[in-house]
């Protein structure tokens, strides 16, 4: 496994967690299709998230939600649409947030969930 995919299960772990605490229900990881991969479909309450996870090792290359380009937000409704096909959700809202893990030389991570990010 290279360096920068065990960077990105670990942030995908610290995100699951942080999701997980704030009462959210997890109800896929890392979903699958021929058009991509969410990272997570999780439950908000009454509100279905997809949600993107980022993460970087340093801010050398800017903050982790920076990454999320148009092309990336346009590919992720895409994606919802193909999960809601399906997993239908009975006319449940959907959001996207982005879960932004930065990892720290010491101690825990640092996390930014952004709700509604896109």
């Known amino acids: 496994m290279a360096a920068k995919d065990g960077v990105g299960k ?6 699951l967690r942080h999701l997980e605490d704030a009462g959210f229900e997890i ?13 997570i479909v999780a439950l908000d309450r009454e509100v279905l998230v997809i949600c993107e996870v980022k993460t970087r090792s340093g801010l ?3 903050l982790p939600a920076e990454a999320i ?3 990336k937000a346009d590919r992720l409704r895409r994606l919802a649409r193909r999960w809601l096909q399906e997993h239908p959700a ?6 996207f947030d982005v879960v932004s893990v930065v990892c720290a ?4 991570a640092v996390v930014e969930h952004l709700r509604a990010a896109f």
């Not at 670990?10 to 995100?15: D, F, H, I, K, W």
């Not at 109800?27 to 990272?39: F, K, S, T």
């Not at 030389?105 to 825990?108: F, K, N, T, W, Y």
């Open 27 to 39: 109800l896929a990881r890392n979903w699958r299709c021929p058009d991509g991969e969410i990272d």
């Open 10 to 15: 670990y942030g995908e772990r610290v995100a």
């Open 90 to 95: 009975g006319g449940a809202d959907v959001r």
């Open 105 to 108: 030389r010491r101690g825990a």
């Open 69 to 71: 380009t148009r092309k």
């Open 60 to 62: 050398g290359y800017g």
